[in-house]
């Protein structure tokens, strides 16, 4: 998802996004601790679009 994406949604729709791209990141992290994920940089790439998901709700806050 893109800056431009993440800007077009509504605060209630970021804050529902961000619980369940949170829930969705500490599965995978567990599944990752179990058994190896086939491509592991999705734990990073999830992880990051959670923070730019995070620092637009502030932004919005201030």
Known sequence: MKNA????LSTQELTERIDAESANYQIMVLN????????PSQIMKLRRQIAR???ELRK???
Do not use: F, W
Not at 32 to 39: C, D, Y
């Open 53 to 55: 998901m995070k620092t």
């Open 5 to 8: 994406e993440i800007r077009e």
């Open 60 to 62: 919005r806050e201030l």
């Open 32 to 39: 990752h601790s179990i058994s190896p994920l086939e491509n």
